[in-house]
């Protein structure tokens, strides 16, 4: 986490925004939303104008980069009118990128008086930037390209196809890249190179990856088309694409992938164009993660930092009479290849453990961009399988496994598709199995305004038969926004929900958010960081579901007014089984806010209904009538009370009441 640590530093006097939000009254407060970023990449060194389009970013006062290489020279947004239905506005960005910034993707967010918006993406390059200039569907459009370039363009529609006119040279060997996944596009991309007779020579899919390249080494010198599409011949603002192409570096392999956190690893790599040297060194951060690292000249590559001593396989090793010895915990650096044989490879490794033990197995590979999809086993050292596993993250397999008896053991990763003809690489990781966990938790940039609370939830991933307290610490809210509830996930429950409120006359402010857990793990106090996650709505077969992914780079914000602040009549309820009570719900609206407002009570126990739970359009006031049924159980809950401000079934914000007890006796 070193590198989060500079861009605190980084932040310095930015670490707070103060915002203004006159003229906004009527806006709806939706969490600020990027859905267009037009162009959404540009050279390094270059000032690159960029229009981003979104729910409430026309109200944007700030943009804030999570590396300095990209640095904002000018904003200027539009919002959309005070009594606009449709919350969308625009803000037009100077990007100026540093001349020595690493090419890749660089995460930011937009300030505004909601709090920060969802993260967007600007992707710096290398080589000169031009737009798709339609119409090019047809070859006699084709649009000319002069090497090397980038091209950003959008399948624009159903059944669009971009196509480009290139010349190279016979012996030339060009590579044609289009980023789509991996730069947030929709898009699935295709590329075709046809010669001048309408003959395929070179063709490419991101079938299992986000982006798609094409290396082609000319056989004649002469004109050659280039074909883009999305492959399930789909188009719209959100298929946008990267065209990078000519003689360019591309990277068709790296090893090892990954190393110790802390050290210095060489890498050495394999591709197309690459600039010498094949070997490059690279300084891994102190902690363990997954995370792209520069390297020099081809850009960046996702690596693995792991916590164990490494270890570098040494062939032949097919046989659990030839397999390496390694001791645990150890992290394996391999590769599937059949150098020593005409069969597939399998690699093994060889290691003792005790009787009763337990050791966690993981492959990564997939993960990291490999095209291996591996198989993962566990062998005695006569070659029977005792345990294996396919896919248990992804196509990376992982597994547990309990020592039989005390002696020596086999791993042995395989390829599923047993190709004798590539060298993909994989990190296997073996270690007994330790008491352990992780932290996340959502929203990743949790907002409220003065008076009014928002949920923040707090989750963990029980690791080995860990079960006990995690003491948490929320680090970063700005003035005036504290935390309501204990900070701490009680052993036997894997989350906790808090709320978080402002006082009244805080003044609105963001600031970097950092949350952390401590727990006693092997008689030591170990503290894990949480992972931020952005939290959203999709709908399946006509319902609505929550998901959740992790995203960097978390904010907490004091805000500008709230649509609503609810209360309740009263901090605790007593009900009788067969009976009903009431309990009153006043909300004090925004002006110019006047919406129906359904009301929403978390942490009912069973058998206990609710009516009345709707605040009726221009009113502040309702009466919720909970009945327990006869099969009610006697007990207690808390309950938590949320007022929804709702734009449509997958955009709405809620607001929270303080706690309510409720008992419950016969």
């Avoid at 093994?348 to 050791?359: E, H, N, P, Y």
């Avoid at 993250?393 to 309990?402: H, Y």
């Avoid at 006359?505 to 894990?528: D, F, H, M, Q």
Wanted: hydrophobic share 40%.
């Amino acid at each position: 986490m070193r590198k989060y640590h500079r861009l605190l530093a980084t932040l310095g006097a930015l670490s707070t925004f103060a915002f203004f939000a006159s003229g906004i009254a009527q806006a709806q407060t939706l969490r600020p939303q990027i859905s267009q970023v037009i162009p959404p990449g540009g050279q390094r060194g270059v000032t690159t104008v960029v229009t981003l389009t979104g729910v409430n970013l026309g109200f944007g006062t700030a943009l804030v980069a999570e590396n300095p290489a990209l640095m904002v020279e000018s904003i200027a947004p539009e919002a959309p009118p005070a009594n606009a239905k449709n919350p969308d506005g625009k803000i037009v960005v100077k990007f100026k990128v540093s001349a020595d910034a690493t090419p890749g993707r660089y995460p930011f967010r937009v300030m505004t008086p909601f709090g920060p918006s969802e993260l967007g993406y600007f992707v710096v390059g290398e080589w000169p930037e031009n737009p798709e200039k339609e119409p090019n569907n047809l070859r006699e459009q084709a649009q000319p390209l002069t090497f090397p370039t980038t091209v950003n363009g959008r399948s624009d529609s159903a059944e669009d196809v971009d196509i480009y006119k290139v010349t190279i040279q016979r012996g030339e060997t060009m590579v044609f890249s289009v980023a789509a996944g991996s730069i947030g596009s929709a898009m699935t991309p295709v590329i075709r190179l046809l010669d001048v007779m309408g003959k395929e020579r070179a063709f490419a899919a991101a079938l299992n990856q986000p982006d798609a390249t094409l290396t082609f080494t000319a056989p004649q010198t002469g004109d050659y088309f280039l074909y883009v599409r999305d492959l399930r011949y789909q188009g719209g603002a959100g298929f946008f694409y990267r065209l990078t192409a000519g003689r360019i570096p591309a990277i068709s392999d790296i090893f090892p992938m990954g190393g110790r956190a802390g050290q210095i690893i060489r890498v050495a790599l394999t591709g197309t164009n690459l600039p010498p040297p094949s070997e490059r060194l690279v300084t891994l951060p102190s902690e363990p993660l997954i995370q792209s690292l520069p390297l020099p000249d081809v850009g960046n590559r996702l690596l693995d930092i792991g916590n164990y001593p490494e270890y570098i396989e040494v062939e032949p090793n097919d046989t659990p009479e030839n397999a390496g010895r390694v001791t645990p915990p150890v992290t394996v650096n391999g590769r599937i290849f059949s150098a020593y044989s005409t069969r597939p490879d399998v690699d093994c490794f060889r290691f003792s453990a005790s009787k009763g033990q337990v050791f966690s197995l993981e492959v990564l590979s997939a993960r990291l961009g490999s095209s291996l999809d591996p198989v993962l086993s566990v062998m005695d050292i006569k070659g029977k399988e005792l345990v294996a596993n396919d896919d248990a993250r992804g196509k990376d397999p992982a597994l547990s496994f309990t020592v039989p008896e005390t002696g020596d053991y086999i791993a042995r990763v395989s390829d599923l598709r047993k190709r004798p003809d590539t060298s993909p690489g994989y990190r296997l990781r073996i270690a007994p199995s330790v008491p352990d966990f992780t932290l996340r938790f959502y929203p990743d940039c949790p907002a409220v305004a003065p008076g009014d609370r928002t949920q923040l939830v707090i989750a963990t991933e029980r690791q080995n038969g860990f079960d006990g307290d995690i003491t948490l610490s929320i680090n970063g809210l700005p003035a005036g926004m504290r935390v309501i509830g204990k900070p701490v996930i009680a052993k036997g429950q894997n989350a906790v929900t808090l709320l978080i409120t402002a006082d009244a006359g805080s003044v609105p402010v963001t600031s970097p958010l950092r949350i952390s857990g401590t727990a006693t793990l092997g008689g030591r106090n170990e503290t894990r960081f949480a992972q931020s996650n952005l939290r959203t709505y999709v709908k399946r077969d006509d319902r609505i579901e929550e998901t959740t992914r992790p995203v960097r780079f978390p904010f907490a914000t004091v805000t500008g007014p709230s649509d609503v602040i609810i209360r309740t009549a009263t901090e605790a309820m007593a009900l009788v089984i067969g009976k009903t009570v009431e309990c009153k719900i006043t909300v004090e609206r925004k002006a110019g806010y006047a919406a129906k407002i359904p009301i929403l009570i978390q942490g009912l126990p069973a058998n206990i209904t609710v009516t009345g739970a709707e605040i009726p359009e221009n009113k502040n006031e309702t009466t919720v009538v909970l009945k327990a049924e006869t099969a009610a159980q006697p007990g207690s809950a808390t309950l938590t009370i949320v007022a929804r401000c709702i734009v449509d079934e997958l955009r709405f914000t809620d607001h929270v009441a303080l706690p309510v007890n409720l008992t419950i006796a016969k």
